[in-house]
């Protein structure tokens, strides 16, 4: 997986949880892919650190 900038991803999920909190102005779907894609980033964040932590203590995560 390519290296992506955390500051740039971090720009991209504070776009959409604006999008989020002002539901009322976007649809369901666009909300609701909105909150995926928030999610997303999320688990890929944990997984990325669960893979840090891992790599740090030898194994034993």
Do not use: F, N
Request: aromatic share 2%.
């Amino acid at each position: 997986m390519k290296h992506i900038d955390t500051e740039i991803v971090e720009i991209v999920k504070a776009s959409l949880e604006r999008m989020v909190a002002d539901s009322h102005k976007y649809s369901r779907r666009e909300t609701d892919m909105a909150k995926s894609i928030i999610h997303a980033i999320d688990h890929l964040r944990l997984q990325h650190e669960l893979s840090v932590e891992k790599k740090v203590h030898g194994g034993a995560a």
